[in-house]
């Protein structure tokens, strides 16, 4: 069974808003979803799996890429071994799968490692988000 699972993948109109979740395996985590960062990364055809943004375990501290900086909020809700990324004001760019990722090593977001894919050994399945202009 997957360890992480993303859901609220859509196509939508530039300009638009989506919520993507991401549920942790009650199995693999039981009650330590909330020990863990927990990040999203996004990769379009061609191109290279790149961080989008991620949360500390605590949720107090967030961590965003330029590209998506002012307009997506991550969050979690670590009682319900979820946590959430909101999209807004989407742009074509942002056409790609999104990918939630964490790692039991990390019980902290490092700021220099949080956008790395190899700090990460647990990732979904993906959900696919197209913007149309």
């Known amino acids: 069974s997957q360890v992480l699972v993303e859901s609220g993948g859509d196509s939508v109109q530039a300009g638009g808003s989506l919520r993507l979740s991401c549920v942790g395996s009650?199995?693999?985590?039981?009650?330590?979803?909330?020990?863990?960062?927990m990040a999203w990364f996004r990769q379009s055809p061609g191109k290279e799996r790149e961080g989008v943004a991620a949360?500390?375990?605590?949720?107090?501290?967030?961590y965003y890429s330029d590209a998506i900086k002012g307009r997506f909020t991550i969050s979690r809700d670590n009682a319900k071994n979820t946590h959430f990324l909101q999209m807004d004001a989407l742009k074509p760019d942002d056409t790609a799968v999104y990918y939630c990722?964490?790692?039991?090593?990390?019980?902290?977001?490092?700021?220099?490692?949080?956008?790395?894919?190899?700090?990460?050994?647990?990732w979904g399945q993906g959900t696919q988000v197209t913007v149309s202009s």
């Open positions: 990722a964490t790692d039991r090593r990390m019980y902290n977001c490092d700021s220099g490692l949080w956008s790395l894919k190899w700090s990460y050994n647990y």
């Open positions: 009650g199995y693999m985590f039981g009650d330590k979803f909330g020990d863990y960062c």
């Open positions: 949360i500390s375990p605590s949720g107090t501290m967030t």
